[in-house]
Every structure is written in C-alpha cells, then in structure tokens.
C-alpha cells in the first residue's frame, strides 16, 4: 500500500501525519478515511476545488488529470505546477507527499 505523507497544517494535520491507502483509492478517500477532514465541498464529484493539494513528492505516480480538472484547477487558491484536486488524485503503488494550502476559496465550511 502506498503512503501518504501530509506536510503540517494548523487545522487539518498540526504535526503533519502518515498514513497508508490502498492503490486506486483517491487522495480525498484516503485522508477522510484517516480522520483528516479535508474541505469537498462537492463531495467529490470535481465541481470545485476545496479538496486542493500540492503534491510535493510522486505527483509522476497519480493518475492522469482530466481537462475537467485542470479547467477548476485554475480557480484554486496557492495553484502550483504539481496542484491537484485530492478528490481526482488517484493514488499508485508509489509514495506520495502533500500539502494542503492555508486556503482554499470556500466561504462556508460544513462538516461531511
């Protein structure tokens, strides 16, 4: 199973964490799975972009991003060359890193 390492962020991971999902899983599945309540203000279906992350290390390993994403992706708070949707993000047999930014363009937060 790959493993997920989730850079510190005050309200989401404050000491950072790991954990491990299994391949085909998505980014968003695997951290809500571990208790990390990562924003999806769409639940999932890629018509937002709440679920935002940079992924610093594996971002080669996800599957490939769809014109969908990309297209929401440039409405994303703190986009990077390696952003992607989590809910999108579908993990490999590899290692990957991430950070959730400070910010996401949500107004509203509500608990999933």
């Not at 404050?14 to 309540?37: M, V, Y």
């Not at 937002?48 to 992924?55: G, I």
Request: aromatic share 4%; proline share 6%.
């Amino acid at each position: 199973m790959p493993v997920i390492r989730i850079l510190p962020h005050p309200e989401y991971a404050p000491e950072g964490q790991t954990i491990e999902a299994p391949a085909g899983a998505s980014l968003c599945e695997a951290l809500l799975d571990h208790g990390i309540e990562i924003e999806h203000a769409c639940e999932m279906s890629c018509a937002c972009t709440t679920c935002h992350v940079v992924v610093k290390e594996g971002f080669e390993s996800l599957g490939e991003m769809d014109e969908a994403e990309e297209d929401l992706l440039d409405r994303a708070w703190g986009l990077t060359p390696t952003s992607r949707l989590s809910c999108q993000a579908i993990l490999s047999d590899r290692d990957v890193t991430i950070e959730i930014p400070k910010y996401s363009i949500n107004q509203v937060k509500e608990k999933h």
